[in-house]
């Protein structure tokens, strides 16, 4: 609604009541004594990689708590939130199918990826930034963090937390390392399967976008700039900068490209030796039921069999006739091997 719009610019954006929410939050945290002492659920990797089929699945177990849209747009402000929350009982609860048509339906109770907006506010991104990249996380925002979290929390029950957000890979050096009691997951999936998926949502993000700027808008304030009009590439390596420059991302070829840089550089940090972070395959969630038990054994779930089965793509062998270079096929398979053997 109209009220919506003016509430979540005003909680969102780059303004001083806003960026004050933010600062007051930095100092509470300085303050709270138990920071990180959660045993929390951090699922990232690649958008379209199956990191909302597994929020979804560990979040409909009831045993973990999240970050919901009902939380919005005061995502910065848990107190405000609290209040606001009352209102929020008496609205539409009915399932919906969300933007991206893809058969996730989703409703006010549903958890989602927002605490990205924490990270706009620390400047990870910066405001007008052509390019993510993996950049030191200072302790003092990994506490405000930990506090923001832990403030959901308690609003959530007292619970553990599972957060999903595919731009945390990049931070996962320091996060992991922070949150020593908590779990980090990276998921992954097939190469050309993955990078179609990613255009095919590139495409139907550009029409709802073209059909209503807010959608824009709203996409920017919560920092989704996985694909659509504005989409944001990531770059790992300094020397390579302008990888993305003038790529045609209506092309399978840029999304395939963005996929091998961003698994050779998650294979060549190797985090994922550490005892609390692990490779995931989208694909053998869902061949291998025995998988998703193993992560619950892990991460300590007993209801199993709560939430949606995970489904596969189909994949059609008519998407690789769409690709000009034939030897990104090779190179991300490759790549795509090489985690599955590293993977839990």
């Known amino acids: 609604?109209?009220?919506?719009?003016?509430?979540?610019?005003?909680?969102?954006?780059?303004?001083?009541?806003?960026?004050?929410?933010?600062?007051?939050?930095?100092?509470?945290?300085?303050?709270?004594?138990?920071?990180?002492?959660?045993?929390?659920?951090?699922?990232?990797?690649?958008?379209?990689?199956?990191t909302t089929a597994l929020l979804n699945k560990i979040y409909a177990t009831k045993e973990y708590g999240s970050l919901r849209y009902k939380y919005m747009p005061f995502i910065l402000a848990p107190k405000i939130t609290k209040v606001f929350e009352y209102f929020n009982k008496s609205r539409e609860t009915e399932l919906v199918?969300?933007?991206?048509?893809?058969g996730i339906k989703i409703n006010i109770n549903s958890p989602e990826c927002l605490d990205e907006i924490f990270w706009i506010k620390t400047c990870f991104k910066g405001k007008n930034s052509s390019q993510l990249k993996?950049?030191?996380?200072?302790?003092?925002?990994?506490?405000?963090?930990?506090?923001?979290?832990?403030?959901?929390?308690?609003?959530?029950g007292d619970k553990n937390l599972v957060i999903k957000n595919n731009n945390n890979h990049l931070r996962i050096k320091c996060l992991s390392t922070f949150f020593k009691k908590s779990y980090f997951f990276i998921m992954f999936r097939d190469p050309i399967s993955h990078a179609y998926s990613l255009?095919?949502?590139?495409?139907?993000?550009?029409?709802?976008?073209?059909?209503?700027?807010?959608?824009?808008?709203?996409?920017?304030?919560?920092?989704?700039?996985?694909?659509?009009?504005?989409v944001i590439p990531f770059v790992y390596d300094s020397s390579d900068n302008n990888w993305y420059k003038k790529k045609d991302k209506l092309s399978i070829d840029y999304w395939i490209e963005q996929w091998i840089r961003t698994y050779s550089w998650?294979?060549?940090?190797?985090?994922?030796?550490?005892?609390?972070?692990?490779?995931?395959?989208?694909?053998?969630?869902?061949?291998?039921?025995?998988?998703?038990?193993?992560?619950?054994?892990?991460?300590?779930?007993?209801?199993?069999?709560?939430?949606?089965?995970?489904?596969?793509?189909?994949?059609?062998?008519?998407?690789?006739?769409?690709?000009?270079?034939?030897?990104?096929?090779?190179?991300?398979?490759?790549?795509?091997?090489?985690?599955?053997?590293?993977?839990?």
């Open 1 to 50: 609604s109209y009220f919506d719009k003016i509430l979540h610019r005003q909680f969102l954006g780059d303004n001083s009541f806003s960026n004050q929410l933010f600062k007051k939050l930095i100092s509470k945290s300085q303050i709270h004594k138990k920071i990180n002492d959660r045993n929390n659920i951090f699922i990232t990797g690649l958008a379209r990689s199956g």
């Open 97 to 102: 199918e969300r933007f991206h048509k893809d």
């Open 134 to 156: 993996p950049k030191k996380v200072k302790k003092e925002l990994l506490r405000a963090y930990s506090f923001l979290l832990n403030s959901y929390s308690d609003l959530e």
């Open 199 to 230: 255009l095919s949502q590139h495409i139907n993000f550009l029409k709802l976008q073209n059909q209503d700027p807010f959608i824009l808008e709203y996409m920017d304030l919560i920092g989704h700039n996985e694909f659509g009009g504005n």
């Open 266 to 344: 998650v294979l060549n940090n190797k985090e994922f030796y550490k005892e609390n972070v692990f490779l995931i395959s989208y694909e053998k969630l869902c061949k291998d039921e025995y998988l998703y038990k193993r992560i619950c054994k892990l991460v300590g779930i007993s209801n199993k069999n709560a939430g949606e089965s995970f489904i596969n793509a189909n994949y059609n062998s008519e998407i690789d006739e769409n690709i000009k270079n034939k030897a990104l096929i090779k190179k991300a398979n490759l790549i795509y091997k090489e985690l599955e053997i590293s993977s839990f």
